[in-house]
């Protein structure tokens, strides 16, 4: 069986193109997932997008990875990375290899956004990329799967 993808997005991403455009821009959520998805699916690849406003909904998406086929886990946060020890403690459950991504470079904004309660759990941090910030996580995402394909 072969692994999918999984891109979670939290709270207030749902309003990418526009919320705040001079900070993220004026591409929409769904603009990007309909970019990862046609770059999973020519990789071979199966990819997932979940945004919720709702913590309990993320939370839940996690912890159902243990019994499905997600092999890697994309997640921008958003304000939660900042917030969220139940966030953390699902993914550390969970176990799947992840990165935490944010379309600004939260090192650059206010003091409070400069700490994460996943970045040392993830795979991989990136940030202030915008939007490519995603298509790096997915690439490094398939090749992450598809090493693993080949033992």
Same mark, same amino acid.
């Given at each position: 069986m072969s692994a999918s993808i999984l891109v979670l997005n939290g709270p207030n991403l749902n309003l990418l193109g526009r #919320? *705040? @455009?001079h900070i993220y821009g004026h591409t929409t959520l769904n603009d990007i997932n309909q970019r990862l998805t046609s770059l999973a699916r020519q990789a071979g690849l199966t990819l997932e997008n979940l945004q919720s406003n709702a913590e309990s909904v993320l939370i839940d998406r996690i912890q159902a990875t243990l019994d499905d086929d997600t092999g890697f886990i994309i997640i921008n946060p958003g304000a939660l990375t900042h917030s969220s020890i139940a966030l953390r403690d699902a993914l550390a459950a969970a176990a799947k290899p992840f990165i935490e991504i944010? !379309?600004?470079n939260v090192h650059a #904004? *206010? @003091?409070f956004r400069r700490h994460s309660y996943l970045s040392d759990l993830a795979q991989g941090v990136i940030c202030g990329l915008g !939007?490519?910030?995603y298509e790096a996580a997915l690439h490094y995402a398939i090749q992450t799967i598809? /090493? /693993?394909n080949t033992r």
């Amino acid at each position: 069986m072969s692994a999918s993808i999984l891109v979670l997005n939290g709270p207030n991403l749902n309003l990418l193109g526009r #919320r *705040e @455009p001079h900070i993220y821009g004026h591409t929409t959520l769904n603009d990007i997932n309909q970019r990862l998805t046609s770059l999973a699916r020519q990789a071979g690849l199966t990819l997932e997008n979940l945004q919720s406003n709702a913590e309990s909904v993320l939370i839940d998406r996690i912890q159902a990875t243990l019994d499905d086929d997600t092999g890697f886990i994309i997640i921008n946060p958003g304000a939660l990375t900042h917030s969220s020890i139940a966030l953390r403690d699902a993914l550390a459950a969970a176990a799947k290899p992840f990165i935490e991504i944010h !379309i600004s470079n939260v090192h650059a #904004r *206010e @003091p409070f956004r400069r700490h994460s309660y996943l970045s040392d759990l993830a795979q991989g941090v990136i940030c202030g990329l915008g !939007i490519y910030g995603y298509e790096a996580a997915l690439h490094y995402a398939i090749q992450t799967i598809t /090493q /693993q394909n080949t033992r």
